[in-house]
């Protein structure tokens, strides 16, 4: 269903055990890396992108596949050759029942996670949350800006929720706010949804950022590969070892100046310092026990790596209300039997240029001294009925702690949600303050599903934002208290030449979806690298 392996590798073949058991092995003799980027998620490809316009040799590396027709998925729409349902804004609302869904889906971490070139953003309902200045800022928007209007006729579409949502909402004295232009506007307001979507389109840096990298020839893309370990010669990252889907293992060695940065996110990034032997002692020894060999006990490197996983929660309020809305109908969509938003959508016009939701607000309250931040996704899911998707942000204490199991496969060793008292106070608070809003006799509202405070605690799941198992910090992980794992240009204490550009190093919970946020840490993160790199380079000649 995928497309074939990209870019050719020649290589020389030996044999090694690895995972209890003998694979063919090869070493790459006929390039040689300036950055071996690990993982073609969002963080990855704009690494990637960004060291090759510095015209630094790259090479990326991505476990599985590409889900565009650009990128060589042939699981088109049957109205429309030219596109996959991955790419039809609209399709997803219905993203989980998709059979791209499973395929994309990983199957050895933890919590979801996306195995598929553009990661989380290939699959997510596009929530575009431009982040406030506590999280970060910066100008990733100049490529990929997001958009709250996405169709080209300048129309918003199947309005019946919004309608009914910005009422309660402004007669309550929230107020009505642009996320895209206001993105520091996150107390008691509302906005229509900024999605990432482009010329009507998902974008992503699969759309926005890889199509200029794919225009050098210092650049290389490997699919099908997946990062088992980081080669290391003491505190030296030498290259990667990766193994196809067959179970061929290869080495691809750096440049004698080269540098790997891991990019494959907050549930994948840990096992792969674990398998290299850095992490947690507990952590390299399942990870030995496995079968991976792991480097000599001396060059271990004891850091907190999975030791703080941070997640959003999500709490369900299902509301019947007094509109006139519904869902639409997603399967005939798929099928191409809907074919009046068909024939819009192939004019660049109409719902299907959307996203799932159709209003977003902000909030935040305050318990024990600790300002903590909401976000509700509002989507029509029946007859007059919305789901909010209500998430804690932003200030939340609880975390968890990411490990390994037998098989080599992330898992919570403490899961990360609403172990502190505070955050369960805070967000009882909140959640009974809005029920008792939306719930008042004016509204004409009901809840359904969930239909008191205590069930909506207990509707708790997560809200497949995973960070901060690799913290960034200044506080060096192997001395003391030190709770940091890379270092403020993203390089992994202990190593010389080691970076992560993901997830996993942001120090906090953003205050909403994360997937803007990941993408400007990732700008802000290489120009950090490209600097130090050339840093680097004028120091060695001294």
Excluded at 273 to 290: D, H, R, T
Excluded at 419 to 443: C, E, M, R, W, Y
Aim: a negative charge.
């Amino acid at each position: 269903m995928r497309s074939a392996l990209v870019g050719g590798l020649v290589a020389i073949s030996s044999a090694l055990g690895v995972a209890g058991s003998p694979h063919t092995h090869s070493v790459v003799t006929s390039d040689a890396y300036d950055y071996i980027v690990v993982g073609g998620g969002p963080s990855g490809i704009i690494t990637a992108e960004r060291l090759v316009e510095a015209n630094k040799k790259v090479l990326l590396l991505e476990r599985r596949y590409g889900p565009t027709v650009a990128t060589g998925a042939i699981d088109t729409l049957v109205w429309n050759k030219n596109l996959t349902p991955i790419d039809v804004p609209g399709l997803s609302a219905d993203i989980g029942s998709l059979p791209e869904w499973e395929e994309y889906i990983c199957t050895d971490t933890a919590g979801y996670a996306a195995c598929v070139l553009g990661g989380g953003v290939t699959v997510n309902y596009m929530v575009f949350v431009h982040p406030p200045d506590h999280d970060f800022n910066d100008k990733l928007y100049e490529r990929n800006p997001g958009t709250i209007l996405p169709s080209a006729d300048g129309k918003r579409y199947d309005q019946g929720l919004y309608t009914v949502l910005s009422n309660f909402f402004n007669n309550i004295g929230w107020k009505a706010v642009n996320m895209i232009s206001q993105p520091n506007e996150k107390h008691q307001v509302y906005s229509y949804p900024a999605w990432n979507v482009k010329d009507q389109k998902r974008a992503g840096p699969v759309r926005t950022y890889l199509p200029l990298a794919e225009k050098h020839n210092n650049f290389n893309l490997q699919l099908g590969s997946k990062v088992t370990r980081v080669l290391r010669s003491g505190s030296k990252a030498t290259g990667v070892e990766v193994e196809n889907a067959s179970g061929h293992l290869q080495n691809i060695i750096l440049a004698a100046n080269g540098r790997v940065i891991l990019s494959a996110g907050a549930l994948s990034a840990p096992r792969i310092l674990f398998n290299s032997g850095i992490g947690p002692q507990s952590q390299i020894e399942a990870a030995q026990k496995s079968g991976v060999i792991v480097p000599p006990k001396h060059d271990w490197i004891s850091l907190p790596v999975g030791v703080v996983l941070k997640d959003h929660p999500i709490f369900s309020i299902v509301v019947k209300t007094n509109g006139t809305y519904g869902p639409l109908d997603w399967a005939g969509i798929y099928n191409g039997t809907e074919t009046a938003d068909i024939s819009l959508y192939e004019k660049g016009n109409g719902v299907l240029t959307q996203g799932k939701h159709r209003l977003i607000w902000f909030s935040s309250n305050v318990v024990d001294g600790e300002t903590r931040y909401y976000q509700g996704s509002c989507a029509p899911t029946g007859e007059d009925e919305v789901t909010i998707t209500t998430y804690m942000t932003h200030g939340l204490t609880s975390s968890g702690v990411l490990g390994l199991d037998a098989s080599g496969n992330t898992v919570y060793e403490k899961t990360p949600w609403m172990n502190t008292a505070g955050d369960q106070a805070a967000a009882k608070l909140f959640i009974q303050s809005l029920v008792d809003d939306l719930t008042a006799p004016s509204t004409g509202f009901q809840l359904e599903t969930y239909t008191n405070v205590s069930s909506i605690l207990g509707s708790l799941t997560s809200g497949m934002h995973y960070i901060t198992t690799a913290k960034m910090g200044t506080d060096d992980g192997r001395h003391g208290n030190g709770t940091s794992v890379v270092d403020t240009n993203t390089k992994v204490y202990g190593m010389d030449n080691l970076y992560i550009v993901d997830g996993s190093i942001h120090p906090d919970l953003p205050t909403g979806n994360i997937q803007a946020t990941i993408m400007v840490v990732a700008e802000a993160a290489v120009a950090k690298i490209l600097a130090h790199h050339y840093c680097g380079l004028f120091m060695d000649r001294y």
